[in-house]
């Protein structure tokens, strides 16, 4: 528009032009064109210069939009990746592996940070005496090794692994350039050797400057491992289900046991009888698993103190298996408890001839006589009654067929040992516990399953809010007639060491000839169990003590059998851990209440 | 009329300009905050695990059977047994209150001779 105001419009046909044409005799209309064809010329050039202009500004647009994205490509390529700051809000991720905590919330394993120490020989400004002060350090460590390899080839190696805050500081003082310390996450288990089967132990993983894995290498710490590690977590730990200080108290007991016995070896298991929740799980000797020791390399890997009796230890458990058979056969209404058995010793079958304990016969007795003492004749009886199919089903819907699920890696080795063929003599043999190897846990499973009213517990090492609610196994009547033949045991049988006042114990002994490794039996070596229930008329707890060739001598033959050796110790551990589980003892129903005397008196 | 306007813009735009610049280092200040708040966390967490390790290392209970054992003639502690149970029945209630005297009667007398009562 200003451009128009500033040159007017050249009129198409300007008069003077014209009349001057007209004159010449020329066609005016040329005049006329000619001005409109400048006229067309201009308006196309101005549509040009603008059109221009529009492209320079979008050009330089695009241009500048290019630069930005370039740009910042380029420092985004160039920079370290960082978190946008803003984003990151909330709780924290602790990536640290979860502390294992007992069913109180005591602290099982938890986390230390410590340092690492390593080398970089590059660096190093006088490699031989840095090799000698490191030596009087640690003296692990030897010199002549580290002077070696601090001028040799290598760049880099680790010295030591963890490093305590004094000995860090006596390196410092080295004041050796060429000496770093790395950050070092180290598991520590502050009981030491208290429940070291179970926790297993952890080692470091991949490796580097910065940080390692922490990698569990046995027991729950290898079968969480995962769930340990899990960041998701967020810190909680992992609760099991056992109970620090009855830990604490059976394993003093039983270590006290197997030093008095002269024992190679023992174990105690204690399981709560409705949630199947193991309370302590000890196996002897032990080991600490801040410092696990190698497998053995030689020998049998059952004498390392890393087996697991409790859990990998498959026994012939002996006797403690009678009661299966006289409750499967009054479950299955062959007898009740009362009914009399002909109990002759010795009984031929076939080729086989099954003797009682030190060639004894008992004649005719009562089924529950059968089990207060301990008379394989009359179990055998009881056993061809039931028949071989339906024993191996009863046991086997207790889980002595299949290993057990216990949370920990070494579970699906204590796999049981069963006969090839269960024929009739099988049938008897396990009917009082030979010829079918079970481990102690498998052994307190089914003591528990068969006696907390019939129902199948399956053993575990977490912490259960509820009771199991598993198959029944025995019918409720049944199972009591169990709890009171194993309570009679005590009282009158072949456990009679087994009583602990207020409590009322109900168990049953087992003394198994060991198996030599090239078959037959030893005769001066036993495995004696006692498997124990508490209080026998309200069950709670199952309590299965195992020794491994114990003998005792106080007497002037030595004696093996469980009820002088293994009973006395799971009594005293009943004394011990009963009254830290909170429970209170009380008289029996159907005894009366003692009379206190009141010392308070006016 | 149009200056005004002008001016306007140009003061609006310098105000927001302001305040925009000051949100932004509030937000700065605050995310720094937060960082140095989140580290102090971190620090703190990972000094509480090392004081939980040493109150589990030192209250072991090897270590404390051993100091009980110790300290045996001054605390004389022992392990817990079955007969520390008690029943409420066994515990010596405190003899009941005297009643107290509301209605208090005056009464006098005289012993004779021998010092016995009539």
């Given amino acids: 528009m200003t451009e128009m105001k500033e040159t007017p419009r050249t009129p198409l046909r300007p008069i003077a032009s014209v009349l001057s044409a007209r004159e010449k005799g020329e066609n005016p209309d040329v005049i006329e064109r000619e001005n409109l064809r400048k006229r067309h010329e201009g308006d196309r050039d101005r549509t040009r210069r603008c059109a221009e202009g529009r492209l320079l500004v979008l050009a330089l647009f695009f241009f500048c939009a290019f630069a930005v994205i370039g740009t910042r490509m380029g420092t985004l390529a160039a920079s370290e990746a960082t978190e946008p700051r803003a984003a990151a809000t909330g709780t924290a991720i602790i990536a640290s592996r979860a502390n294992i905590v007992d069913r109180n919330g005591r602290i099982l394993a938890t986390n230390l940070s410590t340092h690492s120490l390593y ?39 680790w010295v030591k692994k963890k490093l305590s805050p004094e000995q860090m500081q006596a390196v410092h003082d080295i004041g050796e350039p060429g000496l770093l310390f790395g950050p070092r996450e180290m598991r520590l288990y502050p009981n030491g050797k208290l429940a070291a089967h179970v926790l297993g132990g952890a080692s470091f993983g991949r490796e580097g400057v910065h940080s390692a894995e922490v990698v569990g290498v046995a027991g729950v710490e290898k079968a969480f491992d995962a769930w340990l590690r899990d960041p998701v977590n967020n810190g909680a730990p992992l609760q099991l289900s056992l109970d620090l200080t009855v830990q604490a108290a059976a394993r003093e007991v039983l270590q006290g046991g197997m030093h008095l016995l002269n024992a190679k070896g023992a174990s105690s298991v204690m399981m709560d009888v409705e949630t199947g929740e ?79 304990f030190k060639g004894k016969s008992y004649g005719t007795i009562t089924v529950e006589d059968v089990i207060v003492k301990s008379s394989n004749v009359g179990t055998a009886k009881m056993a061809l009654a039931i028949g071989a199919e339906r024993q191996r089903e009863f046991l086997g819907s207790m889980g ?83 709890r009171t033949m194993l309570r009679q045991v005590v009282k009158r049988g072949t456990a009679s060491f087994g009583e602990v006042p207020g409590y009322a114990v109900g168990g049953k002994t087992g003394t198994a000839d060991k198996p030599k490794p090239k078959g037959g039996y030893y005769k001066d070596k036993v495995i004696a169990t006692f498997a124990s229930v508490f209080p026998a008329h309200d069950p709670k707890y199952v309590l299965i003590v195992t020794f491994d060739e114990p003998v005792e001598t106080s007497g002037t033959q030595p004696r093996r059998t469980a009820g002088w050796t293994a009973v006395p110790v799971a009594a005293e551990m009943i004394r011990r851990t009963a009254p830290l589980l909170g429970l209170r003892p009380g008289p029996e129903p159907g005894e009366e209440p003692q009379v206190v005397k009141a010392s308070h008196q006016q | 009329m149009k ?37 102090e966390i971190g620090e703190l967490r990972q000094s509480l695990a090392i004081l939980n390790a040493e109150w589990a290392y030192l209250n072991r209970p090897e270590r404390l059977a051993e100091l009980a054992e110790i300290n ?23 003899p009941p209150p005297v009643l107290p005297i509301t209605d208090p009667i005056e009464v006098r007398g005289q012993l004779d001779g021998e010092g016995q009562f009539p």
């Fill in chain 1, 278 to 356: 193991i309370l302590s799980l000890v196996s002897l000797p032990d080991f600490d698993p801040n410092d696990r020791p190698r497998p053995l390399a030689t020998g049998d890997a059952g004498d390392s103190p890393l087996f697991n009796r409790a859990v990998q230890g498959v026994y012939e458990l002996g006797s403690v298996f009678k009661i299966f058979t006289a409750a499967q056969a009054i479950d299955l209404g062959l007898v009740n408890a009362h009914t009399m058995i002909e109990a002759h010793a010795p009984m031929r079958w076939g080729k086989f001839k099954i003797k009682e």
């Fill in chain 1, 119 to 157: 080398a970089q020989t590059r660096d190093m400004v006088e490699p031989n005496r840095a090799a000698e002060e490191l030596a009087l350090i640690f003296p692990d460590l030897d010199p002549e090794t580290l002077k070696k390899d601090f001028t040799g080839d290598r760049k880099f190696l």
């Fill in chain 1, 400 to 482: 002595f067929l299949e290993p057990t699920e216990l949370e920990m890696v070494e579970a699906p080795t204590g796999k049981p040992l069963l006969p090839a063929k269960w024929s009739e003599i099988s049938t008897i043999t396990i009917s009082y516990g030979h010829g079918l190897s079970s481990s102690p846990v498998h052994l307190a499973a089914g003591y528990a399953s068969l006696l907390n009213g019939g129902t199948r517990v399956r053993p575990t090492l977490l912490r259960q809010d509820s009771p199991q609610t598993g198959e029944r196994i025995v019918s409720e009547g049944a199972s009591k007639a169990a």
């Fill in chain 2, 72 to 94: 045996f003639d001054r605390l004389g502690l022992l392990p817990l047994e079955p007969e520390q149970f008690g029943a409420v029945e066994q515990v010596a209630f405190p």
């Fill in chain 2, 3 to 39: 200056t005004f306007l002008y001016l306007c813009a140009a003061l609006g735009v310098m105000g927001l300009a302001f305040w925009a610049y000051q949100e932004n280092y509030q937000t700065q200040a605050a995310l720094k905050q937060s960082a140095k708040v989140k580290r």
